[in-house]
Nanobody
Framework: QVHLVESGGRVVQPGGSLRLSCAHSGTTIFEIYFMGWYRQAPGNQREHVAI???????TYADSVKGRFTISRDNANNIMYLQMNNLKPEDTAVYYC?????????WGQGTQVTVSS
């Protein structure tokens, strides 16, 4: 049973930094899988933010490239999203996603609000 729990979201000023965490269980590093961060602002569609594969490859949305960094700590089963130089348009609920083969799982989301 795969479980994902996001944490770390809060109110932060523009230009500030924040690190989100996704604690996961029921997952394995011995299979081909992907994990990623997605976000959804009120009235907007859910959008991809960053993805990291089981082989360590990463990809980022153009809107966050150079500002956000996705990483993982396999020993502690945590995936991170380091967010720097935050902008008001980064305000959204951020979700953690895991998928392997035909299976996918989502966390409950954590709210990030970028405002002065």
């Amino acid at each position: 049973q795969v479980h994902l729990v996001e944490s770390g979201g809060r109110v932060v000023q523009p230009g500030g930094s924040l690190r989100l965490s996704c604690a996961h269980s029921g997952t394995t590093i011995f299979e081909i899988y992907f994990m990623g961060w997605y976000r959804q602002a009120p009235g907007n569609q859910r959008e991809h933010v960053a993805i990291i594969g089981s082989r360590g490859s990463t990809t980022y949305a153009d809107s966050v490239k150079g500002r956000f960094t996705i990483s993982r700590d396999n020993a502690n089963n945590i995936m991170y999203l380091q967010m720097n130089n935050l902008k008001p348009e980064d305000t959204a609920v951020y979700y953690c996603r895991y998928w392997s083969g035909r299976n996918e799982y989502w966390g409950q989301g954590t709210q990030v609000t970028v405002s002065s």
